[in-house]
């Protein structure tokens, strides 16, 4: 089992939709969790964070967690043609460095 | 904003070459990281650093070396540089929130 699990996709969506975006996790400890977006030849680029249950919004995204379940996803409201790019989910490893582990991503691609 | 830098976007090496990736960040992080990038293979650790002088093999460590002299900067070295090493290469350094930023990337070939 991998330490982060997420769905490569593609996802697809219309423009104007709601994406959603799934990662679980497999390390109940984990208590930070990340969601990055990666536009294709770029580095990833930190866009939310969330420590503790429920909903966390910031604009037209909104992270949500779910310890119980070892879960954490991310809704992308409005989509736009420009947030077409990798979404990756990242956790903390409990190994007492700072590390993170991170999932292999899920493509997203909103169409006009 | 924390910022982290890589000393090239592009850099085109020769096999057997020694190369080497440098890294700075201006955020006074503790911890540091590269990682290489690869299409299906998502990012995989090849070196930590959580202090100056100090370092800890990630998950690819084999054909790479670091060194980490002061704080803010963290270089990667391939001692001899092979065709399975061309990848794109990320640096990034973490708070004490986890939060963790990446460099721009430097993708390398190696011919």
């Known amino acids: 089992q991998k330490e982060v699990e997420q769905n490569s996709g593609p996802l697809s969506v219309p423009e104007g939709a709601i994406a959603s975006l799934n990662c679980t996790y497999s390390?109940?400890?984990?208590?930070?969790f990340f969601w990055y977006r990666q536009y294709s030849g770029k580095s990833p680029e930190l866009i939310m964070s969330?420590?503790?249950?429920g909903d966390k919004e910031d604009g037209r995204f909104t992270a949500q967690l779910n310890k119980a379940s070892q879960y954490v996803s991310l809704l992308i409201r409005d989509s736009q043609p420009s947030d077409s790019a990798t979404y990756l989910c990242a956790v903390n490893r409990n190994t007492g460095f700072q590390k993170l582990v991170f999932g292999t991503g899920t493509r997203l691609l909103v169409s006009p | 904003d924390v910022k982290v830098t890589q000393s090239s976007r592009y850099l085109v090496k020769r096999t057997g070459e020694k190369v080497f990736l440098e890294c700075v960040q201006d955020?006074?992080?503790?911890?540091m990281f590269w990682y290489r990038q690869d299409p299906g293979l998502g990012l995989r650790l090849i070196y930590f650093s959580y202090d100056v002088k100090m370092k800890e093999k990630g998950d690819i460590p084999e054909g790479y070396s670091v060194s980490r002299e002061k704080k803010e900067r963290f270089s990667l070295i391939l001692e001899s540089a092979s065709t399975n090493q061309t990848s794109m290469y990320l640096c990034?350094?973490?708070?004490?929130?986890?939060?963790?930023?990446f460099g721009p990337g430097t993708r390398l070939t190696v011919t």
């Open positions: 390390d109940r400890v984990s208590q930070s």
């Open positions: 969330i420590y503790s249950n």
């Open positions: 990034a350094s973490i708070g004490t929130t986890y939060e963790q930023y």
């Open positions: 955020m006074d992080h503790e911890n």
